[in-house]
């Protein structure tokens, strides 16, 4: 790229919308680069987009929409998983999977709030006796849910739990990561226990961590229910936890719970149809 055309993009910012050939020049530079670069692009591409409050999500999502959208009924940001295979468990067993859209980042308490209100559900425990969300986590993911509840707060939302297939493609990406940013294992792109901090953290915290399909928190923070049921009412969790050490978060490990369990490291994220969300500008 010339030195004018840098210039360009430098004075109008997210304004600009490169034309295709010049997206797929781009596109490949970033996907020979190295890996510091590539975890500086995804830090600067998505750190605006953790909040919705922010002005500048907007303007990300519509640079992106074929990509990224925001959920109808929730409101959460998603991202397409497009079809194709991947690489599945502890022996990469190739298999292929159609296209899906998960949520960029848990299930927060702000979101759960907005359910509860709406849909007259019970709050979670640790919000205290009032019922009411504290301000202080209201950006973290929400806990204390069981699996039916987290079902429950899907289906209202005319979304599901994903499967953990799903789930491990989010995570890995097609190229079968170790762990969403790579094949480092870097206990401190994520919260678990040797991270120290001994609580939830806030869902964009770990922006080095992100998954190639740009997902956050899919090591570390909490654990998350998935659809798939691994004997009758026990389902699957993947992600790990603050309470878990790190050798447990690697997506391609197993774990599961009774339906009816809810601890204060659980929660969960969603994902759509592709034929449910609504077209793209």
Not at 82 to 90: F, K, N, P, V
Not at 104 to 111: E, I, L
Not at 195 to 219: A, E, H, K, W
Not at 222 to 242: I, N
Request: some cysteine.
């Amino acid at each position: 790229m010339s030195d004018r055309m840098v210039s360009k993009w430098e004075k109008r910012g997210l304004g600009i919308v490169p034309r295709q050939g010049t997206q797929a020049a781009l596109d490949t530079l970033l996907s020979v680069a190295g890996t510091e670069i590539q975890e500086r692009f995804a830090t600067l591409i998505t750190e605006q987009a953790a909040s919705g409050e922010d002005p500048r999500t907007e303007t990300l999502l519509a640079a992106d929409a074929r990509r990224h959208r925001r959920h109808p009924v929730d409101g959460k940001l998603m991202v397409l998983v497009e079809e194709g295979i991947y690489l599945s468990g502890r022996d990469n067993e190739a298999q292929w999977l159609p296209a899906f859209w998960i949520d960029v980042f848990p299930t927060t308490n702000a979101d759960y709030a907005r359910y509860v209100q709406d849909a007259g559900a019970a709050p979670p425990r640790h919000w205290g006796g009032d019922g009411r969300c504290p301000d202080s986590v209201h950006d973290h993911p929400v806990v204390w849910v069981t699996w039916h509840e987290a079902a429950a707060y899907a289906a209202w939302a005319g979304k599901s739990l994903p499967t953990s297939q799903q789930w491990e493609k989010a995570a890995r990406g097609p190229r079968g990561n170790p762990y969403p940013w790579g094949d480092a294992a870097t206990a401190a792109k994520c919260n678990v226990r040797e991270s120290g901090i001994g609580r939830t953290t806030s869902v964009n915290r770990y922006q080095s961590g992100v998954s190639p399909m740009g997902v956050f928190d899919l090591c570390g923070n909490v654990w998350e229910w998935c659809a798939t049921e691994s004997q009758p009412g026990r389902y699957q969790l993947k992600g790990s936890a603050f309470t878990s050490p790190f050798e447990r978060a690697a997506p391609s490990s197993f774990n599961d719970a009774s339906g009816t369990m809810r601890d204060d490291d659980t929660g969960f994220r969603c994902v759509a149809a592709v034929e449910s969300m609504p077209p793209g500008d």
